[in-house]
């Protein structure tokens, strides 16, 4: 066997092994998330819902709240931040750059404020906003995606300086443009504005996830579908023309499935950042830069990161609730100044 095949294998089953490590943690934590609440602990409940009420004793009312509340949430948190470490790492390649994440370049403000607009117009025009909500969201996704990427691109180059430079002028833009929306919005639409600004996963119900599944699903398995191509990429452009990638649909690929996945995520439960910026980089660090056994595990754990955020929400201020985003914000800066000062020490040593 060549000393390159060697080192794949070897890097394959590095991979493999964090993999069920990540798993085994996400089972752990997802029996505390379905058996702890503040209708009662029992580790029983994690297993007694798809049971009549009879079988381990619980009451019909035990088992509604977790199959209509803590099941839904579990599934969310799951799936949402699996889409939010896909679509960063994502952004990150197709950027060439690692501080290119959807909430720091805007993209998650983007889609906040198509959905803060649905919600604070819906009394004033007399419609439902659920039904529009994870469309306008989108919709805001793929228009600051677009804007992104073409005011940071330089002939083919993402400039890093600009691309950050952008990204804070246009959070700075929808942040005032949710003040704004907010100001003509009543006392209902005002409390669900606060809800979108700082992400929780309180609101997680299953026709909104059927609702939303659709889309996350779509940008799920494009990115993975297409993780071979972008891997390419991330050689250069000019190097994956050679090898036969049609680079401009390729990157206009990567936007719409960004641009999917983080409307449906922010429609489902708000802005939710660091999630697609640091869980690339660790994944990257635990198994190297190559897509194939990297995203794999960016997603697991961005799961994993989310099951965790979503958990500490609920029981940091019992009875009470944070939000989620004030969570990962919390965990995903310092990690984040911790692996950049990591970074720059292995540059220079």
């Given amino acids: 066997?060549?000393?390159?095949?060697?080192?794949?294998?070897?890097?394959?089953?590095?991979?493999?092994?964090?993999?069920?490590?990540?798993?085994?943690?996400?089972?752990?934590?997802?029996?505390?998330?379905?058996?702890?609440?503040?209708?009662?602990?029992?580790?029983?409940?994690?297993?007694?819902?798809?049971?009549?009420?009879?079988?381990?004793?619980?009451?019909?009312?035990?088992?509604?709240?977790?199959?209509?509340?803590?099941?839904?949430?579990?599934?969310?948190?799951?799936?949402?931040?699996?889409?939010?470490?896909?679509?960063?790492?994502?952004?990150?390649?197709?950027?060439?750059?690692?501080?290119?994440?959807?909430?720091?370049?805007?993209?998650?403000?983007?889609?906040?404020?198509?959905?803060?607009?649905?919600?604070?117009?819906?009394?004033?025009?007399?419609?439902?906003?659920?039904?529009?909500?994870?469309?306008?969201?989108?919709?805001?996704?793929?228009?600051?995606?677009?804007?992104?990427?073409?005011?940071?691109?330089?002939?083919?180059?993402?400039?890093?300086?600009?691309?950050?430079?952008?990204?804070?002028?246009?959070?700075?833009?929808?942040?005032?443009?949710?003040?704004?929306?907010?100001?003509?919005?009543?006392?209902?639409?005002?409390?669900?504005?606060?809800?979108?600004?700082?992400?929780?996963?309180?609101?997680?119900t299953w026709p909104g996830i059927l609702q939303a599944l659709p889309l996350l699903l779509l940008s799920l398995g494009g990115l993975y579908w297409r993780q071979s191509q972008i891997n390419i990429l991330l050689l250069g452009e000019s190097e994956a023309k050679y090898l036969g990638i049609d680079t401009v649909r390729l990157k206009r690929e990567i936007i719409v499935w960004v641009a999917l996945g983080i409307g449906a995520a922010v429609a489902l439960a708000g802005m939710i950042g660091f999630v697609g910026l640091v869980m690339p980089h660790i994944a990257r660090l635990l198994v190297g830069p190559n897509l194939k056994q990297m995203l794999p595990l960016a997603m697991l754990l961005g799961a994993l990161m989310l099951l965790l955020a979503d958990w500490l929400a609920k029981v940091l201020v019992a009875p009470a609730e944070l939000p989620i985003g004030i969570i990962t914000a919390l965990i995903g800066a310092p990690l984040f100044v911790y692996l950049l000062l990591e970074q720059q020490r292995s540059n220079h040593g």
Avoid at 26 to 35: D, K, N, S
């Fill in 1 to 204: 066997m060549s000393t390159v095949a060697q080192v794949l294998v070897k890097q394959q089953r590095h991979s493999l092994i964090w993999q069920a490590a990540i798993v085994g943690l996400m089972l752990i934590l997802a029996v505390i998330a379905l058996a702890y609440g503040p209708a009662g602990w029992d580790w029983r409940l994690a297993f007694a819902w798809p049971f009549s009420p009879e079988t381990f004793g619980f009451t019909e009312l035990q088992l509604q709240v977790v199959m209509q509340i803590r099941l839904p949430r579990l599934f969310i948190a799951i799936l949402i931040g699996a889409v939010l470490a896909q679509s960063g790492t994502a952004t990150q390649s197709l950027c060439r750059n690692p501080l290119a994440e959807p909430s720091i370049i805007g993209i998650s403000a983007g889609a906040a404020v198509c959905a803060v607009a649905v919600i604070a117009f819906a009394p004033r025009f007399g419609y439902s906003p659920d039904v529009i909500l994870p469309y306008a969201a989108f919709a805001g996704a793929l228009l600051t995606t677009c804007l992104v990427y073409l005011l940071a691109n330089r002939n083919g180059d993402m400039q890093v300086i600009t691309l950050i430079l952008v990204g804070v002028a246009i959070n700075a833009l929808a942040m005032a443009l949710i003040g704004l929306f907010s100001f003509y919005a009543d006392d209902n639409a005002l409390r669900l504005i606060n809800y979108w600004t700082l992400g929780s996963l309180a609101g997680a």
